[in-house]
């Protein structure tokens, strides 16, 4: 029998997931038709795992047309280096840009090398971060 409460299948589900059947990743693709609702659980093992899956998530809910109205219970969003992380890749495109674009003096490139072995190295640091 359905509640009247909307219940989010929880992380913890999916990491049972991946801790009995040995997998890195878990998505879990819930829909609710008493709350007009489609949810995704998303799980990551490592550091590196959890964006992935969130983006995992994302694009199943995108190519299944509700990435403007799916719920996500996630182990990454909630973690504050997440924020960090949408800057860094943030920043990484605005850097491949600039480096796709003609005529940018010897400096400037020089910037924008730094600029991504920066990112580089603190996506190495990320990947050591365990939540």
Do not use: C, W
């Not at 719920?71 to 920043?91: G, K, Q």
């Amino acid at each position: 029998m359905k509640t009247t409460i909307y219940k989010p299948v929880p992380v913890d589900a999916a990491k049972h997931v991946a801790d009995t059947h040995d997998k890195d990743i878990v998505i879990i693709v819930s829909v609710d038709d008493a709350h007009n609702q489609t949810h995704f659980t998303t799980y990551g093992r490592a550091a590196e795992d959890k964006p992935r899956a969130a983006r995992i998530g994302e694009m199943i809910a995108e190519a299944t047309g509700h990435g403007g109205t799916a719920r996500y219970n996630e182990d990454f969003r909630t973690l504050p280096i997440a924020t960090a992380v949408r800057h860094i890749e943030t920043l990484r495109g605005a850097i491949r840009a600039a480096q796709a674009a003609r005529g940018l003096s010897p400096q400037a490139e020089s910037i924008l090398a730094r600029a991504m072995k920066a990112t580089d190295d603190y996506r190495k640091i990320d990947r050591k971060v365990s939540p």
